[in-house]
């Protein structure tokens, strides 16, 4: 049985935990407690997407345009996602639509939280600024999102991790992803589809980067890496009874599809809504 872990004791670990050097510690996972909703993050991820687009975008000719997952703080209700939900500022501060918004690749049960936009949006010496939502999209529980705004995180950054979740392996949407012996499942979520390098498949070498502090004062690495798809959540298989507290992800393991390396990256554990 996993503990829920309140927000007092995740703020007092934060205070004391600190960061190593070069260590950024996400702080999205605590405004996440929050009600609140938010863009954790709009990330400029390919100048030029590749032929697969067209299936994630349902046929729609998105092939050679720009691609950037936008990543919320609540799930997203799916009837209410259009492409003109959106609007993405240039560099000379105009306005372009996307062609095509999306939950996919990231449209488990458990995800659900980053719609990837396709367009016209920019090229590597003249990035885009931000996104706003323009429409009444709406979270899973009918709240609209219009208003939220965000920056962009710049095309030649690597990605963070934005938030990471606590959730008992049995979960709905997890049963099966992980070791029989599991007894803990952080579901990280990245600000874009991570790899290992030149797109392989994440491996020994991930799995050793990523460190995970429990409540005891331990720190262990998980025993496996699950949902390896070419998605933006990665699943940190735990065998340990003492609940996480927070996770360290070491730099240069984790890569986007434009083979950017992740920096430092950590992140504090919330529970998963289940």
């Known amino acids: 049985m996993t503990r829920r872990i309140t927000p007092t ?25 929050q009600s609140e909703a938010t863009i ?15 299936i994630l975008c349902q046929g729609l000719s998105s092939v ?29 501060s105009s306005w372009a639509v ?29 990035q885009p600024q931000g996104v706003e939502v323009v429409g009444d999209l709406l979270d899973v529980e009918g709240k ?15 990605p963070s991790v934005l938030l990471a979740e606590l959730f008992d392996p049995q979960t709905e949407g997890l049963r099966g992803e992980c070791p029989d012996q599991t007894t803990q499942v952080v579901q990280l979520t990245w600000e874009g589809g991570v ?30 890496l699950a949902d390896d798809d ?17 996770v360290t992800i070491a730099a240069g393991y984790f890569h986007d599809p434009g083979d950017d390396a992740n920096p430092a990256t950590s992140a504090i554990l919330v529970p998963g809504n289940e």
């Open 144 to 158: 609209t999102l219009k208003g939220l705004r965000s920056g962009i995180t710049p095309l030649e950054a690597g």
């Open 98 to 126: 996307p062609t095509c918004a999306t939950l996919r690749p990231a449209d488990e049960p458990l995800e659900l939280r980053t719609v990837l936009l396709t367009g016209p949006f920019g090229r590597a010496n003249a």
């Open 64 to 92: 050679g345009e720009d691609g950037m997952p936008v990543t919320f703080s609540e799930q997203i209700d799916a009837e209410s996602l259009t492409p003109e939900m959106f609007a993405v500022q240039t560099a000379d």
């Open 230 to 246: 070419p998605d933006n959540f990665v699943h940190a298989c735990l065998q340990v009874d003492s609940p996480a507290v927070s």
């Open 195 to 224: 790899t290992g390098p030149d797109g392989s498949a994440l491996a020994e070498p991930q799995r050793q980067a990523v460190t995970v502090l429990l409540e005891n004062g331990e720190n262990v690495t998980p025993i496996a």
């Open 9 to 33: 004791l995740l703020i007092l670990v934060f205070v004391l935990l600190g960061c190593d050097e070069g260590t950024t510690m996400d702080t999205s996972s605590v405004s996440y407690l």
């Open 40 to 54: 954790l993050s709009s990330y400029y991820g390919l100048d030029e997407l590749p032929p697969p687009i067209v």
